[in-house]
């Protein structure tokens, strides 16, 4: 885009970044995202590309061998990601959550362990924590981890893994007998290594098959069956048992960034193809984007698109500064799942019937765009969370 989201303040080596990624992604994944997509089809070919370019190692510090960058740096790459296909996004989204929360959580040897091999790709990270059961409320976790001589037996059963086949490290959240009250300090964390595959991939865990999804093609989406699998305690993220919800709860804000990232990206996309398509199709006489009725719905997704863009920038950035940023992080989220959706379908209706065609990338992007609306907490989710916030910080003295 020459004119929406741009990013006020940024540095010369975060411009270069963005310019890097923005150019592989229009030479090496928008002309092949849909032939990917509707074959769901892994993309190995971008995905080495993106190693060469050192993206897997985007937030690890440089003493790990990552590039140290920030997670405002990491969120405006995976905006320009996800405006050429958002599987591609999803691919390093949870190695990115799991390399922060060793990078903020682990010990210095889970740090030297998986960070250097974390920030060239060859170790690739899931994020394990919802359930069958589950859906938020994340208290009421299942899967148990109990105590065997100097470590752990886990048993359970996990979904919606996000490179459950193709990872390497998983972030596993499972309960333990802590004695505690409440029950999210009876929760922990666990660094689970495994080969890549499905069916039983390790001595007691298996992983099935990809769930097959509406959208969201290409990337690899299972469950993960824990039965009696055997893991040390020097695994525990931080060596911290009982600490697992808040260090997944870190890991989730920054995936909440995320999230809204890839929204905006599909966005811009969908924005950029609306403009594109209503300045060449022709109704009476003139380019549709020539009629108001056309010309206002341009005006009101460009809009939307820039209001989602700065929101997500300023959660970034709050993060980055070290301040709390849950409600922040949610407004965006919110505001930016919401606002993709709208956006595209918006795009689809300029499209008219050709937008209903397979041919048309707006036909991809029109089954990609609900899943923001509903990953890292549904809409309501964000808006409980919001309300708590606000509460917080404005109670009442009456």
């Known amino acids: 885009m020459a004119r929406l989201a741009q990013t006020a303040g940024l540095t010369d080596i975060q411009r270069e970044i963005l310019s890097t990624v923005r150019t592989f992604v229009d030479k090496e994944v928008i002309p092949h995202a849909q032939e990917l997509e509707h074959g769901d089809t892994y993309p190995a070919d971008i995905v080495e590309g993106m190693k060469e370019m050192g993206l897997f190692g985007l937030t690890i510090p440089e003493e790990y061998g990552g590039l140290g960058e920030s997670l405002l740096t990491y969120a405006l790459v995976v905006e320009e990601i996800a405006r050429g296909w958002m599987s591609v996004s999803g691919v390093i989204n949870t190695h990115f959550i799991v390399a922060h929360m060793i990078k903020?959580?682990?010990?210095?040897?889970?740090?030297?362990?998986?960070?250097?091999?974390?920030?060239?790709?060859?170790?690739?990270?899931?994020?394990?924590?919802?359930?069958?059961?589950?859906?938020?409320?994340?208290?009421?976790?299942?899967t148990r981890a109990k105590q065997d001589g100097d470590g752990y037996v886990i048993d359970g059963q996990k979904m919606w893994l996000t490179n459950g086949g193709s990872s390497t490290l998983i972030a596993l959240l499972a309960k333990t007998d802590e004695g505690a009250s409440k029950p999210h300090q009876n929760l922990t964390a666990f660094l689970v290594e495994k080969p890549t595959g499905f069916g039983e991939v390790a001595p007691g865990l298996t992983i099935p098959g990809k769930i097959d999804k509406m959208g969201y093609k290409g990337v690899d989406t299972t469950e993960a069956v824990f039965s009696g699998f055997k893991i040390g305690a020097d695994r525990v993220l931080g060596a911290a048992p009982g600490k697992g919800f808040a260090q997944m709860m870190d890991g989730v804000e920054v995936g909440r960034v995320n999230v809204a990232?890839?929204?905006?990206?599909?966005?811009?996309?969908?924005?950029?193809?609306?403009?594109?398509?209503?300045?060449?199709?022709?109704?009476?006489?003139?380019?549709?984007a020539e009629h108001q009725a056309i010309a206002f719905k341009l005006a009101e997704m460009a809009t939307k698109v820039e209001a989602a863009h700065l929101m997500m920038v300023n959660a970034a950035r709050l993060k980055d500064s070290g301040a709390r940023n849950d409600v922040e992080a949610g407004m965006a989220k919110l505001i930016a799942s919401e606002y993709c959706a709208e956006v595209t379908q918006d795009s689809f209706r300029i499209h008219g019937g050709y937008g209903y065609s397979k041919e048309y990338e707006i036909e991809r992007l029109m089954r990609e765009a609900p899943f923001l609306l509903i990953g890292e907490g549904t809409s309501e989710i964000q808006k409980t969370i919001i309300s708590r916030g606000l509460l917080r910080e404005y109670r009442s003295r009456g």
């Open 261 to 288: 990232a890839r929204a905006c990206g599909i966005a811009i996309r969908a924005f950029e193809l609306a403009v594109e398509y209503a300045q060449q199709r022709r109704t009476f006489g003139k380019a549709i």
């Open 104 to 142: 903020q959580h682990g010990t210095d040897e889970q740090k030297q362990h998986f960070l250097p091999r974390m920030a060239t790709g060859e170790v690739r990270g899931a994020f394990s924590m919802s359930e069958p059961d589950l859906g938020s409320d994340v208290a009421a976790i299942k």
